[in-house]
């Protein structure tokens, strides 16, 4: 079964950076366009960056210039590096393969990420 495992999250203060980790098990990275998603209270789950195999990358407006996603297939991990922190970054944020997103059953736990005024 796949599985996605997002760690690294924590209370960080307005302006300071966190980075967070993905990691697969059951299954390995190297074929997938993998993303980054986020769910704030009372909100939508969004998608906040992604990578595709070929390593090129987009980001959303809300982070473009802050926040850096990488890949490392041969750990099987891929990363989400976020700096300059706002209040508004505050959610759980999710790692998923790009074409699963829209299945229920295929999110992990997700990581929270707090970033206090």
């Known amino acids: 079964q796949v599985r996605f495992v997002e760690s690294g999250g924590g209370l960080v203060q307005a302006g300071g950076s966190l980075g967070l980790s993905c990691t697969a098990s059951g299954t390995t990275f190297n074929n997938r366009h993998m993303g980054w998603y986020r769910q704030a209270p009372g909100k939508q789950r969004e998608l906040v960056a992604r990578?595709?195999?070929?390593?090129?990358?987009y980001y959303a407006d809300s982070v473009k210039g802050r926040f850096t996603i990488s890949r490392d297939n041969a750990k099987n991990t891929m990363y989400l590096q976020m700096n300059s922190l706002k209040p508004e970054d505050t959610a759980v944020y999710y790692c998923?393969?790009?074409?699963?997103?829209?299945?229920?059953?295929?999110w992990g736990q997700g990581t929270q990420v707090t970033v206090s005024s």
């Open positions: 998923n393969d790009i074409a699963l997103a829209t299945i229920v059953g295929t």
């Open positions: 990578i595709r195999t070929g390593g090129i990358t």
